[in-house]
C-alpha cells in the first residue's frame, strides 16, 4: 500500500512540474508573438485617431508595458493564490469564464469520451475476432476512413445533413438564439448539444477501434486462448472470458490517453456548431491574444489530460493482479 | 514459392507507385491550377457541380475543382516539409535521448509528456500565434508539434539495439562506434523511421487544414481547403453545400491514400513480411 | 497382459491423417504446405502412446487436429475415430474438455489475468464444480490456496501441475501431452510422467508428444517415431532394449544419439515439413539409402516384427 502512495505522491509532482512546464511554454510563445494585440482588436484605423494618452492606456491594459519576465513572476503569484488574472476579451475574471465555458463543454467532452470508448471499444473487439473476413474488413475501412476525415469537416456534413436538409436539429449554439435564459430548458440544451456530441464521439471512434482490434487479434492469437479452447470453452465464452480480460489493460490506456484527442476535437467541432464551450473560447482568446484567458485553457485542458493518464496509471494499478497482489503485500 | 511471393510484393509496389504518381500528379496539377484558382467571374456565380464545372463555382466565381487542387496540392506540399521537419526533430531526438545518458533520456522524456500534455491542436495554435500565423506559423506549428511519438519509438528502437548482444560484441571487438552505427544501427532504424515519416503526413495534412479552418494558419488568400471549407460556412444554410462536400471529400481521399501508401510502406519494408 | 490389450476398443485411431497449411497471396491465388503426411496411430485405454519427433516436426499440430482446434488456415484430411466413432469437428467440440484432454507446454497456456481456480472451472460456479477443483488440486499436491493464485504467482512444477489438474478435471478418456516437462530438472519431469502413468493406470488412453526420446521410454507402452511430417516407425517400447530390434534407420541412428547409448551424433538435418514432394524424407541421411528411396513416389509402410515400419530396406533383425 505504501508503494502505491508513493508511486501516486511521485506522479502528483511530476504532473505538477509538467503543467509548470506547460505555462512556460505557452507565455513564452505568446510573448515571442509578433502580433500586435491592439492591432488586431481596436484595428489600425481607430489606433490613428486615438490620442497617445489613450493608446498608452490600452497598452497597459493589455500588458504591453510589463517586461515579460514580470509579467510572468507576476502571473504565477497570483495562480498561486487561485486567481488566473482576468480576461482581456470578456473582462471577466479568467476562472468564471472557464468555469462557464467547461461546464457546457463537460456535456459534449463527457458524452464523446463515453461514447467512443464504448463505440471503439465494440468495434475492435468485433474485428479481432472476426479477423480477416467482412466485419473486420468493413470496420477497418470505416476507421481509415474516419481517422482520414478532418473532425470540422465532419462536422460541417453533419451539419449540412441533419440541419440543413433534414432540418431535424439546430444547426449551432447551446441554446436557441433570442431565448431568456431562464427560460432554457435542458431538453434544449441536450438538443443543441447532441450534433456536437456525435461528431466528437466518431472522431474518436477509429484510434479505439483499431488498437483494440490489434490487442485482440493478439490475444487470440495467444497460446492461452489455444488451451481454453482445448477445454472445451466456447468461442463466446473465450472472448468475454479470456478477450475482454486481454484487452483490458491497454483498453484503459487508449480510453484515458483519448481524453487529448477528444479536447482537441472539440476546439474544432465547437468552432462549427458555434457552440459556446472551452474550445470556442481558445480559438477566440488565441485570435484575439488574450493572454490570460489562453494561458487559463491551456493549462485546464493539460490538467485534463494529465489527470487522464494519472487516473490511467492508478486504474491499472486497481486491475493489474501483478501490481495489486505486490500492493497487498 | 518465390515467385507468389514476389507477386505479392509486386502488388504492393505496383499501388505505391501508382499512389505516389497520383499524389505528385495533384501536387503538379495543383501548382499549374494556382493562377486559374484566384480568378474571379461575376457572370459565372454560385453555380451548382455541372459538367463545365466540376465542383460548381462559390460567389465570386471561381472554380471550386481549381480551388480545391490547388489546395491539395499546397496541402500536401506543406504535409511534406511538416513531416519531414517533425520526422528529423524525432530522429535527432529519439536517437539523442538514447545515447547520451539518463540526464538527457530524462529531460527529453519530460518534453515529450509536456508536448503530448497539451492537446494538439491547442499546441499548433499557440506556435501558429508565437511566428505571427501564416504560412510560418502553420509550418512551424505542425513541425513542432509532431515528433513527440515518433522520437518515442526511436528511442526505444534505438535503446534495444544498443542493448543487443551482436552490437555489444561489435564494441568489445573494437569496433568504432561510428561504423557500428552505420553498419548495424541504420538499416535497422531506416525503416522503422520511413514508415514512421509516411505515417506522419496524415496528421500533418490534418492538422494544417484544421489550423487554418480556425483561422491561425495560412491566410484567406490562398486556396487552402481549410480556407476553402471555413468560408463555405457562411453559404450552408442557403444550400450551397457543394462548397464544403468537394473540397472537404477530396482532402478526405489524399489522407486516405497517404495512410495507405504508410500501412503498405511498412509492409514492404518489415523484414518479416519477407517470410511470410 | 498383451491378450488383455487386444480385446479392448482402441479409444483413438488416426487413420492416414494429413494437414495442410494453406495460405492466400493477394486474394486469388492458394498454396498449400503439407506439414503432417500420412499419419496414422492408435491409442487403447489404460495405455501411454508416445509421439517422438525433432521440433519443429509438426508434432503439436498432431494434437491440435486431433482436438479439432486447428489455426483457421489449415486443414486436415484422413479418418480420425474416438471411441470408434468418427471424431468430426462437431464431436470433438462436444468432447472437448470432458472425453478429450490436452495437457500444454507450460505457464503460457494459463490466462495470465485469471485466478488459477477459474480457468480450471472454466466459469461454472456450483459447488459441485468447486469440490472437484479443489480435489484435482489437491491430487497433484497443490493445496485449496492455489485456486486463488495468478499464474504468474506459480513455480514452474506449479504451472506444470495445474496444467494436468486442469485437463483432468473432467476425468477424459484420452489425455494428449505435448511436451510437458521441457525446462524441468530430471526429478520434477520424472514426477510429472508419474503422474502421466496414474493417468494410464485409471483406464485412460495417454498420447504423450515429446522430443526426447529417452524421456518417452520411461512411460510410454509405445513408440511412434516422427519425422518431417511422417510417422516412419511404431515400436513397442520393448524394442528400444536393443537397437538390432528397432527397424527404420533413422530410429536406430536416434537410438544411438541417446546419451546412454554412445551420444552419436545424426549426420546431416532434417528437412522441413512440406518440403520433401517425394521419396522418403530421410534417404538424403539415411547410411543404407539407395537410389529408388528418394525416387519412390511414396514410401508404403509394412509390419514388421509386431511394428510398423515406412522404409523400402527395413533393418534386419540383429544382436548388437
Known amino acids: ?329 | 514459392m518465390t515467385e507468389r511471393h514476389w507477386n505479392r510484393r509486386a502488388g504492393t509496389l505496383l499501388f505505391l507507385v501508382l499512389a505516389i504518381l497520383v499524389l505528385a500528379g495533384i501536387t503538379a496539377a495543383g501548382i499549374f491550377l494556382e493562377e486559374e484558382a484566384a480568378v474571379t467571374d461575376f457572370s459565372r456565380t454560385n453555380l451548382a457541380p455541372g459538367a463545365e464545372f466540376w465542383f460548381g463555382t462559390d460567389w465570386m466565381g471561381r472554380d471550386m475543382f481549381a480551388r480545391t487542387i490547388a489546395g491539395l496540392s499546397l496541402s500536401i506540399r506543406i504535409g511534406l516539409l511538416t513531416a519531414a521537419v517533425s520526422a528529423a526533430a524525432a530522429l535527432v531526438l529519439g536517437t539523442m535521448a538514447a545515447t547520451l545518458g539518463r540526464r538527457a533520456d530524462s529531460a527529453i522524456s519530460w518534453c515529450i509528456d509536456l508536448v503530448m500534455g497539451i492537446p494538439h491542436i491547442l499546441l499548433v495554435m499557440l506556435i501558429s500565434i508565437a511566428c505571427g500565423r501564416g504560412f510560418a506559423g502553420v509550418v512551424a506549428g505542425v513541425s513542432l508539434s509532431h515528433w513527440p511519438s515518433l522520437a518515442r519509438v526511436i528511442r526505444g528502437e534505438v535503446l534495444q539495439l544498443k542493448n543487443a548482444p551482436y552490437i555489444l560484441v561489435e564494441e568489445k571487438l573494437g569496433v568504432s562506434k561510428l561504423q557500428v552505427a552505420c553498419r548495424h544501427m541504420l538499416p535497422h532504424l531506416f525503416p522503422q523511421f520511413l514508415t514512421g515519416l509516411i505515417l506522419l503526413f496524415p496528421h500533418a495534412i490534418l492538422h494544417e487544414a484544421s489550423v487554418t479552418f480556425l483561422g491561425f494558419g495560412l491566410s484567406s488568400e490562398q486556396p487552402a481547403i481549410g480556407v476553402i471549407l471555413s468560408e463555405s460556412m457562411q453559404y450552408l444554410t442557403t444550400g450551397r453545400w457543394w462548397l464544403a462536400l468537394f473540397p472537404g471529400l477530396s482532402l478526405v481521399l489524399v489522407v486516405v491514400l497517404f495512410a495507405l501508401l504508410g500501412e503498405r510502406a511498412r509492409y514492404l519494408l518489415d523484414p518479416a513480411s519477407a517470410h511470410e | 497382459m498383451e491378450k488383455e490389450r487386444q480385446n479392448k476398443k482402441p479409444i483413438l485411431e488416426v487413420h492416414h491423417v494429413s494437414i495442410w497449411f494453406t495460405r492466400y497471396d493477394q486474394g486469388i491465388r492458394r498454396s498449400s504446405l503439407p506439414v503432417i503426411r500420412d499419419l496414422s496411430l492408435t491409442v487403447e485405454p489404460g495405455e501411454v502412446v508416445a509421439v517422438v519427433g525433432a521440433s519443429g516436426s509438426g508434432k503439436s499440430l498432431l494434437a491440435h487436429g486431433i482436438l479439432g482446434i486447428l489455426p483457421y488456415n489449415s486443414h486436415m484430411e484422413g479418418e480420425i475415430l474416438y471411441g470408434g466413432e468418427p471424431l468430426t469437428k462437431e464431436r470433438a467440440e462436444k468432447l472437448r474438455g470432458n472425453g478429450l484432454a490436452l495437457i500444454p507446454q507450460g505457464v503460457t497456456y494459463l490466462d495470465p489475468l485469471m485466478k488459477v481456480g477459474a480457468q480450471l472451472t472454466r466459469g461454472r460456479k456450483d459447488e459441485k464444480t468447486k469440490e472437484r477443483c479443489r480435489q484435482v488440486l489437491e491430487k497433484y499436491g497443490l493445496g485449496p490456496e492455489t485456486a486463488d493464485l495468478y499464474p504468474f504467482e506459480l513455480s514452474g512444477g506449479m504451472a506444470r501441475r495445474v496444467l494436468i489438474a486442469s485437463a483432468v478435471m473432467d476425468e477424459p478418456r484420452l489425455i494428449i501431452a505435448d511436451e510437458p516437462t521441457p525446462g524441468l530438472d530430471a526429478r520434477a519431469a520424472g514426477r510429472i510422467l508419474g503422474h502421466f502413468r496414474e493417468l494410464a493406470e485409471t483406464g485412460a488412453g495417454m498420447l504423450f508428444i515429446t522430443h526426447d526420446l529417452e524421456l518417452a521410454l520411461t512411460i510410454a507402452d509405445r513408440v511412434v517415431v516422427f519425422y518431417a511430417g511422417e510417422t516412419i516407425e511404431e515400436a513397442r517400447a520393448e524394442d528400444f532394449q536393443d537397437e538390432g530390434r528397432l527397424r527404420h534407420p533413422f530410429t536406430r541412428a536416434l537410438f544411438r544419439a541417446m546419451p546412454s547409448h554412445g551420444f552419436a551424433p545424426i549426420r546431416g538435418s532434417q528437412p522441413y515439413p512440406g518440403t520433401v514432394s517425394s521419396g522418403c524424407p530421410f534417404a538424403g541421411q539415411c547410411e543404407a539409402g539407395r537410389k529408388e528411396c528418394g525416387e519412390a513416389d511414396r514410401i508404403p509402410v509394412q509390419r514388421v516384427r509386431g511394428g510398423l515400419v515406412r522404409c523400402l530396406y527395413p533393418e534386419k533383425e540383429e544382436t548388437v
Not at chain 1, 482537441?264 to 484567458?293: I, R
Request: charged share 15%; glycine share 10%; with cysteine.
Open chain 1, 1 to 329: 500500500m505504501r508503494h502505491r502512495l508513493l508511486f501516486t505522491a511521485k506522479k502528483l509532482l511530476r504532473m505538477g512540474l509538467l503543467l509548470l512546464g506547460v505555462s512556460i511554454v505557452t507565455f513564452l510563445l505568446m510573448s515571442a508573438s509578433p502580433l500586435d494585440p491592439l492591432q488586431t482588436n481596436v484595428g489600425q484605423a481607430a489606433l490613428g485617431t486615438m490620442s497617445q494618452e489613450q493608446v498608452e492606456r490600452l497598452e497597459a491594459y493589455w500588458g504591453m508595458d510589463t517586461p515579460p519576465l514580470e509579467r510572468y513572476a507576476g502571473w504565477l503569484t497570483d495562480l498561486l493564490c487561485g486567481d488566473m488574472g482576468t480576461s482581456l476579451l470578456y473582462r471577466q475574471p479568467v476562472t468564471s469564464v472557464i468555469w462557464q465555458r467547461l461546464s457546457s463543454s463537460l456535456l459534449l467532452l463527457l458524452s464523446a469520451w463515453v461514447i467512443s470508448g464504448v463505440l471503439g471499444l465494440l468495434l475492435g473487439v468485433a474485428a479481432g475476432v472476426w479477423r480477416g473476413r467482412w466485419p473486420d474488413k468493413l470496420i477497418r475501412g470505416w476507421c481509415l476512413l474516419l481517422s482520414s476525415s478532418p473532425a470540422f469537416w465532419l462536422a460541417i456534413l453533419l451539419l449540412l445533413v441533419f440541419s440543413v436538409w433534414l432540418g431535424w436539429l439546430p444547426a449551432g449554439l447551446s441554446v436557441p438564439i433570442g431565448m431568456e435564459s431562464s427560460l432554457v430548458t435542458a431538453g434544449d440544451r441536450l438538443r443543441h448539444a447532441i450534433l456536437p456530441a456525435v461528431t466528437l464521439s466518431i472522431t474518436g471512434v477509429s484510434n479505439i477501434a483499431l488498437h483494440t482490434r490489434e490487442k485482440m487479434v493478439d490475444v487470440l492469437e495467444s497460446d492461452y486462448i489455444l488451451f481454453a479452447r482445448a477445454r472445451g470453452e466456447s468461442m463466446g465464452s473465450i472472448v468475454w472470458r479470456h478477450g475482454l480480460r486481454g484487452i483490458s489493460l491497454p483498453a484503459i490506456t487508449l480510453q484515458f490517453g483519448s481524453v487529448s484527442e477528444i479536447i482537441g476535437g472539440s476546439v474544432l467541432v465547437e468552432q462549427v456548431f458555434s457552440y459556446p464551450g472551452l474550445g470556442q473560447a481558445a480559438v477566440t482568446a488565441g485570435l484575439g491574444s488574450d493572454l490570460p484567458l489562453l494561458m487559463g485553457i491551456t493549462l485546464i485542458t493539460s490538467a485534463i489530460v494529465f489527470g487522464g493518464n494519472l487516473a490511467a496509471d492508478l486504474l491499472y494499478g486497481a486491475v493489474d493482479p501483478k501490481i495489486r497482489r505486490r500492493a497487498a503485500k
